[in-house]
């Protein structure tokens, strides 16, 4: 039930953008005679001829082609750019009002994921950079030209192309990005309509704030989007109220969307990085208030340790194939550039990488002399480490590394989680042993959607081919299962972790015990009376064909899917192990570094009623640094793994 300020907020919104459809506002004055971003000409002089500028400029030659790197893939558009259309699927959507556009119907306009991606304009950007890497002006002309077209294609407030604000914001920070490398390139009649054209960009997102919609990294984006607009271009009309509106809104995300331990409340790998992204853009574009920081290095704490041993992200929940700047190269390392530039904004060294993770994102935001902060590379984090409020928790021992879930989902609706509690994640000297199977769509295939999120697919215990929370759509959970981690505990021998999941009256317990060269899991379910079948997955990695895994019950391999990107899918393989019968049962599951004989059910039993001691997690803060330490204490005897 809309409460009566919300529904009284959507009438004055619909209301205003009638207006805006009709009286289709101009601008008529000048922009800024300088943008308040690092000077591009010293961080043009210093990457000229590195593996950055080569890539700008091969990259770019493409784009003269009309050859679009999306999604891990290529969109061939051909002569004629038609922007409303999704090249991937053959269809195309008209110029009707916004409003009326039904987006999320993928029979009546595609997938609007492949359609948004392209209009963020973000290639605009890339492309500018190579004309200042080069001089090449087919390079510019290219830009104006694009820009023209979209400009005839998409008339303010009509098309798919104005239906989301979060898109709207994107394609004005690009297009801050293009004035700010080419604004003395451009002819003044141009010029007029690209700054008539963001001032509309502006007044769009003034007016349709998702406050409601989708107050998460929708309105988050949408906020940063137009204080930029309004700190950057203070010339437009409103352009002041535009900045203090949306800083208020941001510092109110920073409180609400970012848990005590740095972790992202919509439960998402992926979504952290763009949360991260967006609010140190605006802690930039905010002359840095130093409010922000202390949740910034959380953000940035958590990150490191996605990263882990690999040094790239296991897509955990959904993964939408964007980011923020630069959507270029592997989506899972995309995390890199983004730790490096807090490194140097905060001082922390290991966070730093090399400087071809700094061209991707620091030198732009930061300015040349980022650069001198170049490290070979990141240094990975050690031990173990639980971030209790999004219940992940990381554990090492040697070569091996652990990433749990568990945790609960998302808030309200947790559109961007996975049913994936409990779930694994093990890597091998970095490289994945047992992997997460990604996203690959939202609504182009709903029986893909569900698989892809459902816990069938993912590293945990799947009863009677349920998901552990019942969906509702593409982008909801109707339930929740109840999540519990009891203990956990971590030693230079190795780690131990203890937690349940509650669902549809099933209970789930999986206890893991990670030592020297071996991960031992032991899955345990409860339930209603009658026979249940429970599966047991594994999705294997490249780094599977370098362990030895022996179950309790029969396993077998089995044809499965991985998507690397949104819009791609692969095929990959599964190990599932099957328990059938009535309840309690329990699979135990043993990864080995070197050759052992398969285990038994009652040895995994025995070795976890031996070593699973009740734990204690104290967390204190050292003096010398702001790095919490765990101290594990035994209530019976010690703990030995």
């Not at 047992?434 to 069938?456: H, K, L």
Request: negative net charge; aromatic residues 12%; charged residues 20%.
């Amino acid at each position: 039930m809309r409460s009566i300020t919300e529904i009284s907020f959507r009438v004055r919104q619909e209301a205003a953008n009638l207006y805006l459809l009709l009286a289709q506002p101009q601008f008529s004055g000048d922009g800024p005679a300088g943008l308040t971003l690092p000077g591009w000409q010293d961080a043009m002089d210093a990457l000229r001829g590195s593996e950055y500028a080569v890539f700008v400029e091969s990259t770019a030659k493409e784009l003269l082609a009309h050859r679009f790197p999306l999604f891990g893939g290529t969109i061939d558009t051909g002569d004629v750019i038609r922007w409303r259309r999704d090249y991937a699927h053959g269809k195309e959507s008209g110029s009707a009002y916004f409003r009326r556009i039904p987006y999320l119907d993928f029979q009546t306009v595609g997938d609007h994921k492949f359609i948004w991606e392209l209009n963020r304009h973000q290639h605009l950007a890339l492309l500018a950079q190579a004309y200042r890497f080069t001089g090449d002006t087919r390079f510019t002309d290219e830009i104006f030209a694009q820009v023209e077209s979209w400009l005839e294609q998409n008339p303010f407030q009509r098309g798919i192309n104005w239906a989301s604000a979060l898109e709207v914001a994107f394609r004005a920070l690009s297009w801050i990005w293009v004035y700010h490398f080419l604004s003395e390139r451009m002819e003044p009649e141009f010029k007029r309509r690209f700054l008539t054209a963001l001032y509309q960009h502006g007044l769009h997102l003034s007016e349709n704030l998702s406050v409601y919609f989708s107050p998460n990294t929708h309105l988050l984006g949408e906020a940063v989007a137009l204080h930029a607009i309004g700190t950057l271009f203070p010339g437009f009309p409103g352009a002041q109220g535009w900045r203090r509106r949306a800083a208020e809104i941001v510092r109110r995300q920073l409180e609400f969307q970012v848990k005590p331990d740095g972790s992202h409340f919509e439960q998402s790998s992926y979504y952290h990085v763009y949360a991260l992204d967006f609010f140190l853009f605006f802690y930039l574009m905010a002359g840095r208030p130093p409010e922000f920081e202390p949740a910034l290095l959380r953000m940035a704490d958590y990150l490191n340790w996605l990263l882990g041993s690999s040094r790239s992200i296991a897509c955990v929940g959904d993964d939408d194939g964007g980011r923020l700047f630069h959507p270029y190269g592997p989506r899972n390392q995309f995390g890199r550039a983004s730790l490096t530039t807090c490194g140097i904004l905060f001082g922390k060294d290991g966070w730093i990488g090399p400087d071809s993770e700094i061209a991707e994102q620091a030198v732009w935001w930061l300015g040349a002399n980022s650069l001198a902060k170049a490290r070979p590379q990141q240094a990975i984090p050690s031990g173990g480490r639980l971030f209790a409020d999004g219940g992940t928790l990381f554990l090492k021992c040697g070569e091996l590394s652990v990433q749990m879930d568990a945790g609960p989902f998302g808030w309200a609706g947790a559109g961007h989680s996975h049913a994936d509690t409990l779930s694994l994640l093990v890597w091998l000297g970095g490289e994945a042993v047992f992997i997460d199977p990604g996203t690959f769509t939202y609504i182009a295939d709903p029986a893909q959607r569900n698989w892809f999120r459902g816990t069938v697919s993912h590293n945990t215990v799947c009863v009677d081919g349920m998901d552990q929370a019942q969906p509702a759509g593409p982008f909801r959970w109707a339930t929740k299962p109840e999540v519990t981690l009891a203990a956990w505990g971590q030693s230079v021998e190795g780690g131990f972790a203890d937690a349940s999941c509650r669902y549809a009256g099933f209970v789930h317990r999986r206890r893991i015990l990670l030592e020297a060269g071996r991960l031992l899991v032991l899955d345990e379910i409860e339930g209603p009376a009658g026979e249940h079948e429970c599966r047991q997955t594994w999705q294997l990695g490249p780094g599977a064909a370098r362990v030895q895994l022996s179950f309790s019950t029969p396993a077998s391999p089995e044809a499965s899917l991985h998507s690397p990107a949104y819009g791609q899918k692969e095929p990959g393989t599964a190990v599932v192990a099957k328990a059938f019968g009535t309840l309690p049962q329990a699979i135990a599951m043993s990864l080995q570094v070197s050759g052992e004989s398969p285990i038994s059910l009652a040895e995994a039993q025995a070795i976890f009623d031996q070593k699973s001691v009740t734990l204690s997690i104290l967390k204190r803060q050292t003096q010398s640094t702001d790095r919490l330490e765990d101290t594990v204490l035994c209530r019976e005897g010690n703990l030995r793994i």
